[in-house]
């Protein structure tokens, strides 16, 4: 190596000063040291020796001041030459004397460390982590990859070799230098630490595979398992208590929090930008979750269909474009689709009305159909009658069209020359034609006559649906020529030539709907769902897919082109009538079973099967609560929210929360030139997200407080938003009593703009009720004169809490206000009194409509369901005459659900995506009330004797609590004490078990989790006298073992319950039909209430019936001051409703109780002048065949009436025509009275107060 030249000094920068590193010296003398007393076979003398290790400590102390004297240049220069020589020179070493050097490094750093004082190592490691890190921060990523590939693979080689002393050595070593690091690092080391952590964890853990991530999970659970089974039981208790403190750390910091005025951010969900990693579905971040397999777009990558991408060019740059032919075909692609559709829907679209976007809402039934091949003479060409025609003609023909929108002919003969080239469905009309056109030539070269030509979309077995490639005409229809009787297809889809007087119906599981009906967006006829689709089942086989599987498939956003999401209108449109054909396809499986399956008693089958009478056995099965949306449903779901309340007490808030359409993530998530009205799937699955989030915020961080209890309920708008009612139930210690608690909660005001302008931007423009009374009288809030919300409020100073429980919230009239334009009245001023109350917490950080209030009473919980109401009285009845003569009443309530049903687009979203629309905090179970022998059996026709045996043999939730306590009672006397395996429910009600076991496999078993639960035994009237007074007994009893035991009263057996009951003091007080009120006003509504009270006043043997009334004075009252009556009035109007029921029984009201009420009925408080308005608003927006109906009635309602039989297909406006005809008549001052066997009815009684005038007749 040449010698290197040293510069002058005078030509050198001036050295850096610092304190010699003597102890570089120590260990250079140390080396030579023990260099000099290894043993040599060199005859140097000892004397010689040590001038030779004196001269090398000389010469390596000259070398330190040298160094110590040079630039940075010239050291940096020094240390790069070192660094290359050590290299080449560690290069070319051999093994061995790698070996060598690397355990001489080894022994002289360990040397060294032994020797070195607490300054010097606290010195060294601060020196050592500065290098690190500020080569760490300079290194590419390449090296960064280099260098934890080398460490872990040492690492692995070292731990692979290292034995089981030093592998816990280690670990020990690790856990007490991480302990004693933790313990000394500050907060914002720690939170730091914890962040780093957490996003090294998650970089990881995004970049892992779907195997490695299942099997890190097993690696982890497996060690988890292992550690705790090796730690001791203090050392169990103390990481359950950290556990405990940790997970509930954040919950008591916002505990309350929402009573404070604090500072919060804005809920931001994120971008709409995570990728499903199976199917490629977009995502909101929040949502995301570890594997990045989602279930509500592919269930977790089991579903896999075909998307999009044979999209004819020309029809995709009509859809993305923002060219005038593109604009154009956007906005009315409604109209070019359902022109160019081969199939049509039929249905009864309800457009709301006033101002505000397009909504698609649909009302009632909804089929589909197709029609033939001609028009009959004179009428339009429908449907696929267009494409056998000349284009040219045809555009002209559809552009000419009286319709509400104009459309373009150049438009309509370019959408048609496309549908001719890519779509099948029309060149198979087209082949239809050419054949036709055929049979004549040979019909007339043969001189016969002409054979009629069908067509029948066939389904083909080897043409695979989830194919990419186009089918062909020749794959999907087969036309043929000749008799009805040789049509190959009769179950298929035929078109015939010319019509045959009615419409060819498509059937919902039809896999050939979805292209004919909508041409413009399966252009390439790609199917639609069908019975036979299928998917991965998960366990390597196939099972069957879903209607509503499919198309949550399809109806997510991909970054790959969906004519679904640019199709605005059209794509509503679409929306809508998929729910349909999912929830038609469930309704035909209730339909088609009803003539199979039955329910009837053990008993009633037992005397069926004795009996010689060969007729069917039991009552059918309609609509079952299992269905969502059906009265059953409901009622089932009000009760059990009503036994909530009756187990946690009355609510404390009531928060309505609405979707709002201006959210960031719904405008980020919108294609350009998109409306939110435009994406009913993007404003579904933010308001979802957002109430996972409101909820976590309610239920989790207990921001108002802890929760007992919740209910909630998801409804939608007539526009389509959806919105929440939630009520919830706070612990004791957090209930607001008062007013100062109240203005904690709730506030009225608008803020003040110089104190926090954004608060006030957020109420302004969010929790204002707009004008309304003479200002704008058309508000949708307006009832007669008068707003049905009582807005505007009046002034008040301070928060008061009324009697009733409802409190009046402070709105001080302190100046401030908020400018709206009105149509007729100019700019006015909204102050406190408009302002809909609200909490501030809950508007900053979700900027929508938050209307949030204190409960008054556990009514709210009654009118938290009121669409129950009007649900429970829609009846479809299907009067028949048999074989003798004898009249028979069929209700079907199918029908009538369909008949009365309202679906718009974000709903059909939502039941799509399957997200909930209710749901409580605590489980309800359904207790059976039934008598020996009395419980309801399912069996199917002609298996009557085994179900009756099986009825026997299996036990109910009350034949099982019978069997747990004859069971205590023999352990008790055979043994002396009961074995820990048998449920001890000794001194538990039959109503109380719920809460402490569970019922599985026709047994009471011990709860083993924390899950509350309670009971709800089912209602049952005073008339069915033995299951009332059984009833009675099991809410009296504690340790029955049998029936005979309830029916045993001191010693004597009863043959009856009534008797027992009797004799046990339960049905001879009236304290007992105080309770049994009392039960019944917790979860009946008023008008049930009053006719319960009715009954009992019949059939009881009541005495006390005016202090009855007085008692529960408020609840027989209640409808009516929820509709806002003065109190006076309200209690006028339900004590005449009862004098109205007992003279429909045949009785006296008199003979009870006579109180001194004014006779008044709900027909004098009606507005006339409002019904006269309304009805001659109504009658002007009439078509010529409704104004022909409502004349004809009206004149014969001048004439003294008559009969008038009034029909038309579904959709075509007969309820329209009621409801105008109810508003001109009352407004003529005339009784009205609707009464209809299908489920109409129910809208009309809206107009009648809700009183449900059928059954009462």
């Given amino acids: 190596m040449a010698k290197r030249t040293k510069k002058p000094k005078a030509k050198q920068p001036p050295a850096r000063v610092r304190r010699p590193r003597t102890r570089d010296v120590k260990d250079e003398a140390r080396e030579v040291g023990a260099t000099s007393s290894t043993p040599s076979t060199s005859t140097t003398k000892p004397s010689q020796k040590r001038r030779l290790a004196m001269k090398k400590a000389?010469?390596?102390?000259?070398?330190?001041?040298?160094?110590?004297?040079?630039?940075?240049?010239?050291?940096?220069?020094?240390?790069?030459?070192?660094a290359l020589n050590k290299k080449k020179a560690r290069e070319?070493?051999?093994?061995?004397?790698?070996?060598?050097?690397?355990?001489?490094?080894?022994?002289?750093?360990?040397?060294?460390?032994?020797?070195?004082?607490?300054?010097?190592?606290?010195?060294?490691?601060?020196?050592?982590?500065?290098?690190?890190?500020?080569?760490?921060?300079?290194?590419?990523?390449?090296?960064?990859?280099?260098?934890?590939?080398?460490?872990?693979?040492?690492?692995?080689?070292?731990?692979?070799?290292?034995?089981?002393?030093?592998?816990?050595?280690?670990?020990?070593?690790?856990?007490?230098?991480?302990?004693?690091?933790?313990?000394?690092?500050?907060?914002?080391?720690?939170?730091?630490?914890?962040?780093a952590d957490a996003e090294r964890a998650s970089k990881a853990r995004s970049k892992e595979s779907g195997a490695e991530t299942l099997r890190r999970r097993v690696q982890d659970k497996e060690h988890k398992a292992v550690t705790r089974a090796a730690e001791s039981a203090e050392v169990s208790k103390y990481r359950k208590e950290a556990d405990r403190k940790r997970h509930y750390s954040h919950v008591t910091e916002d505990r309350g929090i929402a009573r404070k005025d604090v500072r919060v951010e804005e809920n931001y969900l994120g971008t709409m930008s995570e990728?499903?990693?199976?199917?490629?579905?977009?995502?909101?971040?929040?949502?995301?979750?570890?594997?990045?397999?989602?279930?509500?777009?592919?269930?977790?990558?089991?579903?896999?269909?075909?998307?999009?991408?044979?999209?004819?060019?020309?029809?995709?740059?009509?859809?993305?474009?923002?060219?005038?032919?593109?604009?154009?075909?956007?906005?009315?692609?409604?109209?070019?689709?359902?022109?160019?559709?081969?199939?049509?829907?039929?249905?009864?679209?309800?457009?709301?009305?006033?101002?505000?976007?397009?909504?698609?809402?649909?009302?009632?039934?909804v089929f589909h159909v197709t029609g033939a091949l001609h028009p009959d003479p004179g009428q339009e060409h429908l449907c696929a009658q267009l494409f056998i025609i000349d284009t040219e003609e045809a555009a002209a023909e559809l552009a000419n069209r009286k319709v509400k929108v104009s459309c373009s002919k150049d438009l309509y003969k370019k959408l048609i020359n496309l549908l001719h080239m890519y779509n099948p469905f029309v060149n198979s009309y087209k082949m239809m034609r050419e054949k036709e056109e055929e049979e004549e030539i040979l019909a007339t070269a043969e001189n016969r006559d002409v054979r009629e030509v069908k067509m029948v979309f066939r389904s083909n077995k080897s043409l695979n649906p989830n194919r990419y490639q186009l089918p062909t005409a020749e794959e999907i229809a087969v036309v043929f020529v000749g008799d009805e009787d040789e049509n190959p297809g009769k179950r298929a889809i035929t078109v015939y030539q010319r019509s045959t007087g009615t419409f060819q119906y498509l059937l919902d599981t039809d896999k050939e709907t979805d292209p004919l009906c909508y041409p413009l967006l399966f252009v390439d006829g790609k199917y639609g769902w069908h019975v036979n689709q299928q998917r991965q089942d998960g366990h390597g086989g196939m099972t069957k897919m879903s209607a509503r599987e499919f198309y949550s498939y399809y109806l997510h956003t991909r970054p790959n082109f969906s004519p679904l999401h640019h199709a605005?209108?059209?794509?509503?449109?679409?929306?809508?009538?998929?729910?349909?054909?999912?929830?038609?396809?469930?309704?035909?499986?209730?339909?088609?079973?009803?003539?199979?399956?039955?329910?009837?008693?053990?008993?009633?089958?037992?005397?069926?099967?004795?009996?010689?009478?060969?007729?069917?056995?039991?009552?059918?099965?309609?609509?079952?609560?299992?269905?969502?949306?059906?009265?059953?449903h409901f009622v089932s779901l009000y009760q059990d929210a009503l036994a909530v309340v009756s187990r946690f007490g009355k609510p404390d808030l009531f928060l309505t929360m609405t979707c709002n359409p201006r959210w960031k993530e719904i405008q980020e998530a919108l294609l350009p030139g998109q409306e939110p009205v435009d994406r009913p799937d993007i404003v579904s699955r933010v308001f979802k997200l957002k109430l996972e989030e409101l909820k976590k915020d309610l239920f989790v961080k207990n921001i108002f407080g802890e929760v007992a209890a919740w209910i909630y309920v998801i409804e939608f708008q007539k526009r389509g938003l959806p919105h929440m009612h939630l009520l919830m139930i706070l612990k004791n210690e957090w209930k607001p009593r008062t007013a100062s608690e109240i203005d904690d909660i709730v506030c009225a005001e608008l803020p003040d703009p110089a104190e926090d302008q954004e608060l006030f931007e957020i109420i302004s423009t969010t929790q204002m009720h707009r004008p309304c009374g003479i200002y704008n009288p058309d508000s949708s809030c307006m009832v007669g004169d008068a707003c049905s919300k009582h807005f505007p409020k009046d002034f008040r100073e301070r928060t008061?809490?009324?009697?009733?429980?409802?409190?009046?919230?402070?709105?001080?009239?302190?100046?401030?206000?908020?400018?709206?334009?009105?149509?007729?009245?100019?700019?006015?001023?909204?102050?406190?009194?408009?302002?809909?109350?609200?909490?501030?917490?809950?508007?900053?950080?979700?900027?929508?409509?938050?209307?949030?209030?204190?409960?008054?009473?556990?009514?709210?919980?009654?009118?938290?369901?009121?669409?129950?109401?009007?649900?429970?009285?829609?009846?479809?009845?299907?009067?028949?005459?048999?074989?003798n003569g004898v009249e028979h009443m069929t209700e079907n309530e199918v029908n009538s659900y369909l008949d009365t049903r309202y679906v718009c687009a974000p709903e059909s979203i939502w039941h799509i995506f399957d997200f909930r629309m209710s749901d409580r905090s605590t489980p309800v179970m359904q207790l059976k009330v039934h008598l020996k022998n009395a419980q309801g059996v399912v069996y199917k026709e002609g298996e009557e004797k085994d179900a009756a045996q099986r009825g026997q043999l299996r036990d109910t939730t009350l034949t099982a609590w019978f069997a747990a306590n004859q069971r205590c009672y023999d352990e008790l006397e055979s043994t002396g004490m009961i074995p820990e395996d048998v449920v001890d429910c000794r001194g538990i009600y039959y109503v109380e078990m719920p809460e402490h076991f569970q019922f599985t496999k026709g047994k009471w078993a011990l709860r083993k989790n924390a899950t509350r639960s309670i009971g709800r035994m089912h209602f049952v009237s005073p008339r069915d006298q033995e299951r009332f007074a059984l009833r009675v007994m099991l809410l009296n009893v504690t340790d029955a073992k049998s029936y005979e035991d309830l029916q045993t009263v001191g010693g004597v057996?009863?043959?009856?319950?009534?008797?027992?009951?009797?004799?046990?003091?339960?049905?001879?007080?009236?304290?007992?039909?105080?309770?049994?009120?009392?039960?019944?006003?917790?979860?009946?509504?008023?008008?049930?209430?009053?006719?319960?009270?009715?009954?009992?006043?019949?059939?009881?043997?009541?005495?006390?019936?005016?202090?009855?009334?007085?008692?529960?004075?408020?609840?027989?009252?209640?409808?009516?001051?929820?509709?806002?009556?003065?109190?006076?009035?309200?209690?006028?109007?339900?004590?005449?409703?009862?004098?109205?029921?007992?003279?429909?029984?045949?009785?006296?009201?008199?003979?009870?109780?006579?109180?001194?009420?004014?006779?008044?009925?709900?027909?004098?408080?009606?507005?006339?002048?409002?019904?006269?308005?309304?009805?001659?608003?109504?009658?002007?927006?009439?078509?010529?065949?409704?104004?022909?109906?409502?004349?004809?009635?009206?004149?014969?309602?001048?004439?003294?009436?008559?009969?008038?039989?009034?029909?038309?297909?579904?959709?075509?406006?007969?309820?329209?025509?009621?409801?105008?005809?109810?508003?001109?008549?009352?407004?003529?001052?005339?009784?009205?009275?609707?009464?209809?066997?299908?489920g109409i009815a129910a809208s009309l009684y809206c107009l009648m107060e809700e009183r449900w005038l059928h059954s009462s007749i």
């Fill in 58 to 82: 000389e010469a390596a102390v000259k070398k330190f001041h040298q160094r110590e004297e040079e630039s940075e240049e010239v050291r940096s220069k020094r240390r790069r030459l070192d």
């Fill in 92 to 195: 070319e070493e051999t093994e061995e004397k790698h070996e060598n050097r690397t355990s001489s490094n080894k022994e002289r750093t360990s040397r060294a460390r032994s020797e070195e004082t607490v300054d010097q190592y606290q010195s060294r490691k601060s020196s050592n982590a500065a290098r690190t890190s500020k080569a760490r921060s300079e290194e590419t990523d390449d090296k960064y990859h280099c260098r934890t590939s080398f460490n872990r693979d040492r690492t692995s080689r070292a731990r692979s070799e290292e034995t089981e002393e030093q592998y816990h050595h280690r670990k020990s070593s690790d856990r007490a230098r991480k302990s004693r690091a933790r313990s000394e690092e500050t907060d914002e080391k720690r939170d730091r630490r914890k962040s």
């Fill in 275 to 365: 990728q499903c990693s199976s199917c490629g579905a977009l995502h909101f971040k929040g949502k995301q979750p570890q594997s990045k397999q989602f279930n509500t777009c592919c269930r977790h990558g089991l579903i896999q269909l075909p998307l999009f991408y044979n999209f004819p060019k020309e029809l995709r740059d009509l859809f993305t474009s923002s060219i005038s032919e593109s604009v154009e075909f956007l906005k009315n692609i409604r109209t070019y689709n359902n022109s160019l559709a081969m199939g049509s829907i039929v249905a009864h679209v309800v457009t709301p009305k006033g101002g505000g976007p397009y909504t698609y809402r649909l009302h009632g039934q």
């Fill in 568 to 632: 605005k209108k059209l794509f509503q449109q679409f929306c809508v009538d998929v729910w349909t054909k999912i929830e038609q396809d469930r309704l035909n499986f209730i339909r088609q079973h009803q003539d199979q399956l039955r329910v009837e008693s053990v008993q009633g089958l037992m005397d069926h099967i004795s009996s010689e009478d060969d007729g069917p056995c039991g009552k059918r099965i309609f609509l079952p609560n299992t269905f969502t949306g059906s009265p059953r």
């Fill in 800 to 883: 008061s809490v009324e009697n009733d429980g409802f409190p009046m919230y402070r709105r001080r009239d302190d100046g401030r206000s908020v400018a709206f334009k009105t149509k007729n009245f100019g700019v006015i001023q909204l102050d406190n009194r408009s302002v809909v109350p609200y909490n501030k917490y809950l508007s900053k950080k979700f900027r929508s409509h938050a209307n949030l209030e204190i409960c008054g009473n556990v009514g709210a919980v009654k009118y938290l369901y009121k669409y129950l109401y009007k649900g429970t009285s829609r009846a479809a009845i299907h009067i028949y005459t048999d074989k």
């Fill in 1053 to 1238: 057996f009863y043959e009856k319950f009534v008797d027992a009951a009797k004799a046990a003091g339960y049905l001879t007080e009236d304290i007992f039909y105080e309770k049994s009120l009392e039960e019944a006003a917790s979860f009946h509504s008023a008008p049930q209430l009053r006719g319960f009270f009715v009954t009992l006043l019949m059939f009881g043997e009541i005495h006390n019936a005016e202090e009855l009334w007085y008692r529960f004075l408020d609840d027989f009252a209640e409808d009516f001051v929820y509709k806002h009556f003065p109190k006076e009035k309200a209690e006028a109007l339900a004590y005449n409703d009862l004098i109205v029921r007992m003279n429909a029984m045949g009785e006296k009201l008199e003979k009870w109780m006579s109180l001194g009420y004014e006779r008044i009925m709900p027909d004098d408080v009606i507005d006339f002048d409002y019904c006269t308005k309304e009805g001659d608003r109504m009658r002007s927006t009439l078509v010529a065949e409704q104004e022909e109906v409502v004349k004809a009635v009206l004149d014969a309602v001048k004439s003294g009436g008559g009969l008038i039989y009034v029909d038309g297909p579904g959709g075509s406006g007969k309820t329209y025509v009621y409801l105008c005809l109810i508003n001109i008549l009352q407004g003529m001052h005339l009784k009205v009275i609707p009464i209809a066997w299908i």
